[in-house]
T-cell receptor, first 117, second 113 residues
Framework: ETGVTQTPRHLVMGMTNKKSLKCEQH?????MYWYKQSAKKPLELMFV???????ENNSVPSRFSPECPNSSHLFLHLHTLQPEDSALYLC????????????????FGDGTRLSIL | AQSVTQLDSHVSVSEGTPVLLRCNYS??????LFWYVQHPNKGLQLLLK??????LVKGINGFEAEFKKSETSFHLTKPSAHMSDAAEYFC???????????FGTGTRLKVLA
């Protein structure tokens, strides 16, 4: 059983809709990540939060808006998406790295399969 | 700059035979390396990690990997494949001094009955 839970597992939406993806971790971690996994492409890091502060925004279009209200929850708000945004969106968490504790393994959820009509 | 190359996009083995999934890395510093597995419709699960301790790393489900600095390799092995091992496997190197991962393009393992 994963310690990182993502909902919904599947989402179909039109290009004009607004929806949100949710991620919750039960591992006591303080860093959380959003990744995009498209077919035949390496995983793309989208956003990183450490201690609830955004530390990475990897040139992601503004139609994706992250929110981290506390260290256990992470959201990805979606609006006016494009067909090329169809992908598996993965959330991950790790121990925080602000004290130089890098190389902590990341733990992933099962993802949200997003399809844009 | 760090990079990682998975040498095979697909590997097929018979059940009960050894598994070898190959990974080469490039790093200016002593790297941290990971192997993850992804089953269909699932997220990535950590199999094992190397962080400059023992060069032979044992992971879950009978997998292990050996760090070879002279060959810049971190190949994943298992003595005897099981049907449940069929999945996609990712070799990952962490960017030194950061939280960033660099993912390989994945190797899809097929296990034949």
């Amino acid at each position: 059983e994963t310690g990182v839970t993502q909902t919904p597992r599947h989402l179909v939406m039109g290009m004009t809709n607004k929806k949100s993806l949710k991620c919750e971790q039960h591992l006591g971690h303080n860093a959380m990540y959003w990744y995009k996994q498209s077919a035949k492409k390496p995983l793309e890091l989208m956003f990183v939060y450490s201690l609830e502060e955004r530390v990475e925004n990897n040139s992601v279009p503004s139609r994706f808006s992250p929110e981290c209200p506390n260290s256990s929850h992470l959201f990805l708000h979606l609006h006016t998406l494009q067909p090329e945004d169809s992908a598996l969106y993965l959330c991950a968490s790790s121990q925080d790295f602000v004290q130089g504790r890098f190389n902590q393994p990341q733990h992933f959820g099962d993802g949200t399969r997003l399809s844009i009509l | 700059a760090q990079s990682v190359t998975q040498l095979d996009s697909h590997v097929s083995v018979s059940e009960g035979t050894p598994v070898l999934l190959r990974c080469n890395y490039s790093s200016s510093y002593s790297p941290s390396l990971f192997w993850y597995v992804q089953h269909p419709n699932k997220g990535l699960q950590l199999l094992l990690k190397y962080t400059s301790a023992a060069t032979l790393v044992k992971g879950i489900n009978g997998f292990e990997a050996e760090f070879k600095k002279s060959e810049t390799s971190f190949h994943l092995t298992k003595p005897s494949a099981h049907m449940s091992d069929a999945a996609e496997y990712f070799c990952v190197v962490s960017v030194s001094g950061t939280y960033k991962y660099i993912f390989g393009t994945g190797t899809r393992l097929k296990v034949l009955a």
